[in-house]
């Protein structure tokens, strides 16, 4: 028996339930947004936080040290943004920079620096295709500690192919 499995997100679903509500009410139920990235009228809602990794290849990234991501808000906000490595066993999984916190007042979008670690460097030193993940938190401008948005963002780096023995870059 093979069991298949949907991958449709709770919030998806929830999103889908409240539209179908609010489809029913003839929209006198809810304005403005549901929370759940759709609005009382069906349309898309702005997703809270986005991330963009700026640094696209090793050689760039080893040669300043730095990964650099655009981070984009919604409302004014303090995010904190990590890059680890992706692979399968826990020391490819380990942080790649430092945690570094950005707070956006005025504007909402902004290029936030990651330095490097030193095991960071070994791991973007190495030869193939670099898997990352660059993990954002933001949390409301303020004294508070709740968390209003996460995102994730999987990425690989442009191989160097002067990294690699045999030049092939992979």
Same mark, same amino acid.
Do not use: H, W
């Given at each position: 028996?093979?069991?298949?499995?949907?991958?449709?997100?709770?919030?998806?679903?929830?999103?889908?339930?409240?539209?179908? #509500?609010?489809?029913?009410?003839?929209g006198?139920?809810l304005?403005?947004?549901?929370?759940?990235?759709?609005?009382?009228?069906?349309?898309?809602?702005?997703?809270?936080l986005? #991330?963009?990794?700026?640094?696209t290849?090793?050689?760039?990234?080893?040669?300043?040290?730095?990964?650099?991501?655009?981070?984009?808000?919604?409302?004014?906000?303090?995010?904190?943004?990590?890059?680890?490595?992706?692979?399968?066993?826990?020391?490819?999984?380990?942080?790649?920079?430092?945690?570094?916190?950005?707070?956006?007042?005025?504007r909402?979008?902004?290029?936030?620096? #990651?330095r490097l670690?030193?095991?960071?460097?070994?791991?973007?030193?190495?030869?193939?295709?670099?898997?990352? #993940?660059?993990?954002?938190?933001?949390?409301?401008?303020?004294?508070?500690?709740?968390?209003?948005?996460?995102?994730?963002?999987?990425?690989?780096?442009?191989?160097?192919?002067?990294?690699?023995?045999?030049?092939?870059?992979?």
């Amino acid at each position: 028996m093979t069991l298949i499995r949907t991958f449709t997100p709770r919030r998806t679903a929830a999103a889908l339930l409240v539209g179908a #509500l609010v489809a029913a009410s003839g929209g006198q139920a809810l304005a403005g947004s549901t929370g759940y990235g759709v609005t009382a009228s069906g349309e898309r809602a702005p997703t809270p936080l986005r #991330l963009k990794l700026v640094t696209t290849k090793q050689s760039t990234a080893l040669r300043t040290g730095r990964l650099k991501v655009r981070v984009t808000v919604t409302e004014p906000s303090t995010v904190e943004i990590v890059a680890r490595g992706r692979g399968r066993t826990k020391a490819s999984k380990q942080p790649v920079t430092e945690p570094e916190s950005a707070r956006f007042v005025n504007r909402r979008t902004g290029i936030v620096n #990651l330095r490097l670690t030193r095991s960071g460097r070994q791991r973007l030193s190495q030869c193939g295709r670099q898997r990352l #993940l660059v993990r954002g938190i933001a949390r409301p401008a303020g004294p508070s500690n709740l968390v209003f948005a996460k995102s994730r963002l999987f990425k690989s780096l442009t191989p160097d192919p002067r990294r690699c023995d045999d030049g092939s870059g992979g």
